[in-house]
């Protein structure tokens, strides 16, 4: 297993800006982050794989950014324009492992 740790939630207000980061302890292939909102599914919101190619939710396209550093093994996600509905746990994935989640609350 790989562990992963997430960083950088927190509170903003619509409009805002925030970067989560995503330090992974050991091998890494395609990456992603993933949110779940209360009472709703959890749900994919972007991935790069080990060439760096990206792919994006519909909701955040054009907002987020994802990005990786596989020199250091860490994954970025930048998240401007923040939205209410963006509000939930946002979590790292590498196939097979998940992170503990961050929380992000856009009011």
């Known amino acids: 297993h790989v562990q992963l740790v997430e960083s950088g939630g927190g509170s903003v207000q619509a409009g805002g800006s925030l970067r989560l980061s995503c330090v992974a302890f050991?091998?890494?292939?395609?990456m992603a982050w993933f949110r779940q909102a209360p009472g709703k599914e959890r749900e994919g919101v972007a991935s790069a794989d080990s060439e760096r190619r990206t792919s994006y939710a519909d909701s955040v396209k054009g907002r987020f950014t994802i990005s990786r550093d596989n020199a250091k093994n860490t994954l970025y996600l930048q998240m401007n324009s923040l939205e209410p509905e963006d509000t939930a746990l946002y979590y790292c994935a590498n196939p097979g492992d998940w992170g503990q989640g961050t929380q992000v609350t856009v009011s």
């Open positions: 050991g091998d890494t292939y395609t």
